[in-house]
């Protein structure tokens, strides 16, 4: 097999569109001699700018001659670059503009190099002149005369996949963009990203390639950099219309509608690719597309659906362990705690290292209110290879919280040396540091943190730890009236933390346990402003929770509500803000649902005294609003059921 090296074509015109199409033929000609046979590598070499805030790719602006690719290609081997495999030959080439314009939409004037590396001379050097008329000759016609120089023999074409000559620029563009999103040289502020592929769709439609490489793009600058989902999910449906749809194009939707948080829309695109109108190009990729469908339903709430989807994953040994941990969700969600528990243990039996099930299981003892439980399922966690920064996030969190210290460092420290770019990971690293009385190491870790990107974002956190690191004392009287406030002299405590809030004036937490005594106090219009004023600063876990009850008793129940919705959607594993938030829809009159939730919290955390007197409530409540009030809320209910069922099956198909 011959190991050829590729160089990214030279252009001497200035526009990014020029060096996009440059660098798109130079991996149009690298896939298709690997087709032929060839070790072919792109060496892409790019550089940071000198904030470090992103990457471009480096580009040639003239031909390169032969000894110039010699040593181009000798050189980035003997700096130690990511240049693998002993080659024998590179291949160089120049794009320029037909015509005096600046412009390659009139055609392009094409030059290939092929250059022997051992003794720096050229095998062959080829031209063509690629135009509306010409190109679906001319381009094949030159990449078969480099196959040629490369000893490499020529079974079939190279097909541009496209009869108009735009399209297959903006292909090109496009295929270099996949390059530039994958070695992270696309800016986070770069728009029109996608109008190549959409030009392209719209200009040919026939064009079943334009889909394929958008959905590529999509993949790439989503799910592995981290871009904005809605507007990809936009442009690729938008292709999807022009074109028409396949597989691999409802998957990606899918996975774009899981990134923008709509897993109703992600599920319908799943559920597209298991009712038979498109085949998988493997029977296995099937019953991935099945278990995608549940973890989506299970996001949607809908976990009936789920189950019922999940039981074609379960088939896949491959799959199995995964489908088992999606089953227990939805059987969480159904608020069946001890099947999914027994569950989550079963897919721990068969995988001992489900990084998925452990943090199920820790998140399920977490919000029960086992401690010991989730603790134990936090460590295990830790110490498995390969852990999403996520989950190194959520154990970390966990055990500063809970006040495990060594645990809590352990944790910390294994997050930032995995994650050094997050600047949360140096910030829990800082937090444990802290209660541990290793106030100068914290601070190194607060310097560190500063340097991340996102680090704006926690501004309030950061400010905190420095002051912990500064002047610990405070933070210890902090914590000490933090207690008392819960539970201590509400009046002398409220003095206290005025106290501390006129040396301090940012120190939101403690401004946080203010409103709290004030509540105590039923100071309720004061403690209400205290809140409001902090959810307009902060994110603060409890905000919400606590404004649920003091709008609660100012008789705004609107109010009390929504806050409950916020509570809740921001975790919605706590049952004790599922309670609140059936509280608060009873006290809006909305009986059902507070019947609905009240049992979902219920079922969650049994034998709660607080939900099962709401329970008690609700239902006194239901018999006051006397039979004909109750059939009319079953019927209203059986007739949405009715409906559903009508919207899935059609019109045409009543009885099935």
């Given at each position: 097999m011959t190991s050829v090296a590729l160089i990214?074509?030279?252009?001497?015109?200035?526009?990014?569109?020029?060096?996009?199409?440059?660098?798109?033929?130079?991996?149009?000609?690298?896939?298709?001699?690997?087709?032929?046979?060839?070790?072919?590598?792109?060496?892409?070499?790019?550089?940071?700018?000198?904030?470090?805030?992103?990457?471009?790719?480096?580009?040639?602006?003239?031909?390169?001659?032969?000894?110039?690719?010699?040593?181009f290609v000798t050189g980035?081997?003997?700096?130690?670059?990511?240049?693998?495999?002993?080659?024998?030959?590179?291949?160089?080439?120049?794009?320029?503009?037909?015509?005096?314009?600046?412009?390659?939409?009139?055609?392009l004037a094409v030059t290939v190099s092929v250059t022997d590396l051992g003794g720096a001379f050229s095998r062959g050097r080829f031209t063509a002149e690629a135009t509306q008329t010409t190109f679906r000759e001319a381009v094949p016609a030159l990449f078969r005369k480099v196959a040629g120089a490369l000893g490499l023999e020529v079974a079939s074409e190279y097909d541009p996949g496209t009869k108009h000559f735009q399209v297959w620029l903006n292909l090109l563009v496009t295929r270099a963009l996949i390059l530039a999103a994958e070695v992270g040289a696309v800016p986070r502020d770069a728009t029109g990203l996608f109008e190549p592929a959409l030009e392209a769709a719209s200009l040919d439609p026939a064009c079943q390639l334009v889909r394929d490489r958008l959905g590529e793009l999509c993949q790439v600058l989503v799910l592995e950099r981290g871009f904005e989902a809605k507007d990809a999910a936009g442009a690729l449906e938008t292709v999807m219309r022009k074109v028409g749809p396949d597989w691999k194009s409802h998957r990606v939707r899918g996975q774009l509608m899981l990134a923008a948080g709509q897993p109703s829309d992600a599920a319908k695109a799943f559920c597209q690719l298991l009712q038979g109108r498109y085949e998988a190009p493997d029977p296995r990729e099937k019953q991935q597309a099945a278990l995608m469908a549940g973890r989506a339903f299970n996001m949607a709430e809908r976990h009936l659906e789920a189950q019922r989807v999940l039981r074609l994953a379960m088939d896949a040994e491959t799959l199995k362990v995964e489908a088992i941990v999606e089953s227990a969700a939805s059987s969480a969600g159904l608020g069946e705690a001890a099947i999914a528990e027994r569950l989550?243990?079963?897919?721990?039996?068969?995988?001992?290292?489900?990084?998925?099930?452990?943090?199920?299981?820790?998140?399920?003892?977490?919000?029960?209110?086992?401690?010991?439980?989730?603790?134990?399922?936090?460590?295990?966690l830790v110490r498995l290879p390969a852990l999403p920064r996520e989950v190194f996030a959520d154990a970390a969190e966990y055990f500063v919280v809970n006040q495990l210290p060594k645990e809590a460092l352990d944790a910390a420290e294994r997050y930032a040396a995995e994650f050094p770019g997050d600047a949360i990971a140096h910030l829990l690293l800082a937090s444990a540091l802290n209660t541990e009385g290793r106030h100068k190491r914290a601070m190194e870790a607060l310097d560190r943190a500063e340097l991340c990107v996102g680090v704006s974002e926690m501004e309030d956190l950061v400010r905190r730890q420095r002051r912990f690191a500064s002047h610990p004392d405070t933070e210890h009287r902090f914590r000490k009236l933090a207690g008392e406030a819960l539970d201590g002299d509400a009046k002398a405590t409220?003095?206290?933390?005025?106290?501390?809030?006129?040396?301090?004036?940012?120190?939101?937490?403690?401004?946080m346990f203010l409103g709290i005594t004030l509540r105590r106090q039923q100071r309720w219009a004061e403690a209400r402003d205290v809140f409001e004023d902090l959810r307009s600063r902060s994110s603060l876990p409890g905000i919400d929770k606590e404004l649920?009850?003091?709008?609660?008793?100012?008789?705004?129940?609107?109010?009390a509500l929504e806050c409950a919705r916020r509570a809740m959607e921001a975790a919605p594993e706590d049952?004790?803000?599922?309670?609140?938030?059936?509280?608060?829809?009873?006290e809006n009159g909305e009986i059902d649902d507070a019947m609905r939730y009240a049992q979902r919290a219920d079922m969650l955390m049994p034998g709660d005294e607080p939900t099962r007197k709401l329970l008690d409530l609700i239902e006194l409540r239901m018999r006051k609003r006397g039979l004909i009030g109750n059939f009319?809320?079953?019927?209203?209910?059986?007739?949405?059921?009715?409906?559903?069922t009508r919207r899935r099956k059609g019109p045409d198909q009543p009885g099935k």
């Amino acid at each position: 097999m011959t190991s050829v090296a590729l160089i990214p074509f030279s252009t001497r015109l200035e526009q990014d569109q020029a060096a996009h199409i440059a660098r798109g033929l130079t991996l149009e000609l690298s896939d298709w001699l690997k087709a032929r046979g060839a070790d072919p590598m792109v060496l892409t070499s790019a550089q940071t700018d000198e904030d470090g805030a992103w990457r471009r790719l480096v580009s040639f602006a003239d031909e390169l001659s032969a000894e110039t690719v010699t040593e181009f290609v000798t050189g980035l081997a003997r700096d130690g670059e990511n240049v693998s495999g002993d080659f024998k030959v590179a291949v160089s080439g120049l794009i320029e503009a037909l015509g005096a314009e600046p412009s390659l939409d009139r055609g392009l004037a094409v030059t290939v190099s092929v250059t022997d590396l051992g003794g720096a001379f050229s095998r062959g050097r080829f031209t063509a002149e690629a135009t509306q008329t010409t190109f679906r000759e001319a381009v094949p016609a030159l990449f078969r005369k480099v196959a040629g120089a490369l000893g490499l023999e020529v079974a079939s074409e190279y097909d541009p996949g496209t009869k108009h000559f735009q399209v297959w620029l903006n292909l090109l563009v496009t295929r270099a963009l996949i390059l530039a999103a994958e070695v992270g040289a696309v800016p986070r502020d770069a728009t029109g990203l996608f109008e190549p592929a959409l030009e392209a769709a719209s200009l040919d439609p026939a064009c079943q390639l334009v889909r394929d490489r958008l959905g590529e793009l999509c993949q790439v600058l989503v799910l592995e950099r981290g871009f904005e989902a809605k507007d990809a999910a936009g442009a690729l449906e938008t292709v999807m219309r022009k074109v028409g749809p396949d597989w691999k194009s409802h998957r990606v939707r899918g996975q774009l509608m899981l990134a923008a948080g709509q897993p109703s829309d992600a599920a319908k695109a799943f559920c597209q690719l298991l009712q038979g109108r498109y085949e998988a190009p493997d029977p296995r990729e099937k019953q991935q597309a099945a278990l995608m469908a549940g973890r989506a339903f299970n996001m949607a709430e809908r976990h009936l659906e789920a189950q019922r989807v999940l039981r074609l994953a379960m088939d896949a040994e491959t799959l199995k362990v995964e489908a088992i941990v999606e089953s227990a969700a939805s059987s969480a969600g159904l608020g069946e705690a001890a099947i999914a528990e027994r569950l989550w243990r079963r897919a721990l039996e068969l995988e001992p290292n489900s990084i998925s099930a452990r943090l199920h299981l820790a998140r399920h003892y977490r919000a029960r209110g086992e401690a010991e439980k989730a603790a134990e399922q936090y460590s295990a966690l830790v110490r498995l290879p390969a852990l999403p920064r996520e989950v190194f996030a959520d154990a970390a969190e966990y055990f500063v919280v809970n006040q495990l210290p060594k645990e809590a460092l352990d944790a910390a420290e294994r997050y930032a040396a995995e994650f050094p770019g997050d600047a949360i990971a140096h910030l829990l690293l800082a937090s444990a540091l802290n209660t541990e009385g290793r106030h100068k190491r914290a601070m190194e870790a607060l310097d560190r943190a500063e340097l991340c990107v996102g680090v704006s974002e926690m501004e309030d956190l950061v400010r905190r730890q420095r002051r912990f690191a500064s002047h610990p004392d405070t933070e210890h009287r902090f914590r000490k009236l933090a207690g008392e406030a819960l539970d201590g002299d509400a009046k002398a405590t409220e003095a206290a933390l005025r106290e501390l809030l006129e040396k301090h004036p940012d120190f939101i937490e403690a401004r946080m346990f203010l409103g709290i005594t004030l509540r105590r106090q039923q100071r309720w219009a004061e403690a209400r402003d205290v809140f409001e004023d902090l959810r307009s600063r902060s994110s603060l876990p409890g905000i919400d929770k606590e404004l649920t009850g003091i709008y609660s008793q100012l008789n705004n129940p609107a109010k009390a509500l929504e806050c409950a919705r916020r509570a809740m959607e921001a975790a919605p594993e706590d049952a004790t803000l599922i309670t609140n938030y059936a509280a608060a829809l009873l006290e809006n009159g909305e009986i059902d649902d507070a019947m609905r939730y009240a049992q979902r919290a219920d079922m969650l955390m049994p034998g709660d005294e607080p939900t099962r007197k709401l329970l008690d409530l609700i239902e006194l409540r239901m018999r006051k609003r006397g039979l004909i009030g109750n059939f009319r809320a079953v019927f209203k209910e059986a007739t949405g059921w009715w409906k559903a069922t009508r919207r899935r099956k059609g019109p045409d198909q009543p009885g099935k």
